[in-house]
C-alpha cells in the first residue's frame, strides 16, 4: 500500500522538507512506528555529531538532551511494539530520512566553531518542524492502535518542546 | 562544707528555674503550632509533558514535590530565575516556598511545558 507513494516521495524528498506522504494511501502501524523510530535514532546521530565537534556549552548540553529525551522515547516506542506484537517495518519515508541525514552529517561535517553550532542548531529547528509536522498531520491521524497513537501523541508535545528549546537557542548561537 | 552545701543547693535552684523556662518556652510554642496548621507537601504531578494543577492554597512554608511520571527529564523553572528545579524521568523533587506572590514557570528542556504557582503569606 505505502510502496504505490514511493515515487511521488522520491521526488518530494529531494526537493523539500515534505519527506512524509500527505493524502492517498495511509502508512500502516507498522510503517508508523518505524518512521517515528527512525526519526529519533537520526536526532541521536545528529546529536552524537555535536557532541564530537562542538564546544559550545548551551549547544552540548541539547545535545545531550536530544541523545537522553529520544533514547528514552525509542526505548518506549520499542517496547510497546513488543508488547504489541508489531513488527517496525521498513519503508520508502524511513529510507529517504536516513538518505536526507546521512547527507546533511556529511554537510555539517565539513564545519567547525560556531559555522558548525549555527548549522547544527539551524537543522535542528527545521528537522523538528518537519518530523513535528508529519506526526500531527499524518502519522498520527493514520495511526490506528490507540496505545501507539497515545505514545506518538506524547512524544509529538516532547518535540514541540525540542523544537520550542532549539529556535531559542539558535537566536543565543553567534 | 557549709559553702559547698550551699552553693549546691544554690545552682539546684537555678536549673530549676531555667529548666521551668525552657518548659514555659516549649509550652508556648506548641500552643503556638497547634493554631496554625503545619506546612503542607502539595504535590505536582508532570505526566505526559503537563504540569498538573494546583488545586489548593499554597502558603509560604509549604513544599511543592512535583512527580515526574514521563520518561524524559523535565525541570520547574521559575520566569523569573528565584528557582530551577531538576526532576528526572520517574523521579520526585522538592521546593520550599519562601516567597509570596505569583510565579510562572517553565521546563528548560521543554519550554512549551509550563505552569503558575499563587503564593500567599505564611499562615
Same mark, same amino acid.
Given at each position: 500500500m505505502f510502496r504505490k507513494l514511493s515515487p511521488a516521495l522520491a521526488v518530494l524528498l529531494v526537493s523539500s522538507a515534505a519527506v512524509f506522504a500527505?493524502?492517498? /494511501? *495511509? %502508512? /500502516?502501524? %507498522?510503517?508508523?512506528?518505524?518512521?517515528?523510530y527512525t526519526a529519533g535514532q537520526l536526532?541521536?546521530?545528529?546529536?552524537?555529531q555535536a557532541l564530537k565537534i562542538s564546544q559550545n556549552k548551551d549547544i552540548r548540553a541539547f545535545a545531550e538532551q536530544m541523545v537522553k529525551d529520544h533514547t528514552a522515547v525509542n526505548k518506549? +516506542?520499542?517496547?510497546?511494539? +513488543? =508488547?504489541? $506484537?508489531?513488527? %517496525?517495518?521498513?519503508?520508502? /519515508? !524511513? *529510507?529517504?530520512?536516513? =538518505?536526507?541525514?546521512?547527507? $546533511?552529517?556529511?554537510?555539517?561535517? $565539513?564545519?567547525?566553531? !560556531?559555522?558548525?553550532d549555527k548549522a547544527y542548531i539551524a537543522n535542528e529547528v527545521e528537522y523538528h518542524k518537519t518530523v513535528n509536522g508529519a506526526l500531527e498531520k499524518t502519522l498520527i491521524p493514520s495511526t490506528t492502535n490507540a496505545e501507539l497513537k !497515545?505514545?506518538?501523541? /506524547?512524544?509529538? $508535545?516532547?518535540?514541540?518542546?525540542?523544537?520550542?528549546?532549539a529556535e531559542h537557542l539558535a537566536t543565543l548561537v553567534k | 562544707?557549709?559553702?559547698? #552545701?550551699?552553693?549546691?543547693q544554690y545552682v539546684g535552684r537555678t536549673e530549676l528555674r531555667s529548666a521551668l523556662r525552657v518548659f514555659i518556652f516549649a509550652m508556648a510554642c506548641h500552643g503556638a503550632s497547634a493554631a496554625t496548621p503545619a506546612a503542607k507537601v502539595v504535590e505536582i504531578t508532570i505526566d505526559k509533558v503537563t504540569f498538573s494543577e494546583v488545586k489548593v492554597t499554597?502558603?509560604?512554608?509549604?513544599?511543592?514535590?512535583?512527580?515526574? #511520571?514521563?520518561?524524559?527529564d523535565h525541570t520547574a523553572t521559575a520566569k523569573n530565575k528565584d528557582w530551577d528545579v531538576v526532576i528526572?524521568?520517574? #523521579? #520526585?523533587?522538592?521546593?520550599?516556598l519562601k516567597k509570596a506572590g505569583t510565579f510562572d514557570y517553565f521546563c528548560r528542556y521543554h519550554p512549551n511545558m509550563v505552569g503558575k504557582l499563587v503564593i500567599a503569606p505564611a499562615k
Open positions: 500527505q493524502g492517498g /494511501t *495511509k %502508512p /500502516t502501524d %507498522p510503517q508508523i512506528a518505524h518512521i517515528a536526532d541521536i546521530e545528529a546529536a552524537q518506549q +516506542a520499542l517496547d510497546l511494539c +513488543a =508488547k504489541l $506484537k508489531v513488527k %517496525p517495518e521498513d519503508n520508502d /519515508t !524511513s *529510507k529517504a530520512l536516513s =538518505k536526507q541525514a546521512a547527507d $546533511k552529517r556529511a554537510e555539517l561535517g $565539513k564545519l567547525g566553531g !560556531s559555522a558548525f !497515545s505514545l506518538l501523541q /506524547t512524544g509529538l $508535545k516532547i518535540f514541540q518542546g525540542h523544537l520550542q528549546h | 562544707m557549709n559553702v559547698r #552545701k550551699y552553693s549546691t499554597l502558603n509560604v512554608g509549604d513544599t511543592i514535590e512535583w512527580v515526574n #511520571k514521563d520518561v524524559v528526572p524521568a520517574g #523521579k #520526585k523533587a522538592r521546593l520550599v
